[in-house]
């Protein structure tokens, strides 16, 4: 799944994004470079998800999101 992060001031201190899965386990996380825009993420399949967007350098959660997959098909 690509996922396109917005150009919003609290997105410039994003510097990490992990999905958790529905069990409230981790599922995979992603660093965010300074100026990035976009980025791959995987996500567990026909299940729901949220995704996190933190600050690792400060310890703060900038936003959650919950999303739902539900297809298994591979790209």
Known sequence: MNTTLSSTPAAANVTTITVIQENGRHFSTQEVAAGQTSLYLAFPPNQN???V????ESSTTIQKTN???????LL
């Open 53 to 56: 967007a933190t600050n690792s």
């Open 67 to 73: 999303v739902r997959v539900s297809s298994t098909k």
């Open 49 to 51: 998800a949220t995704l």
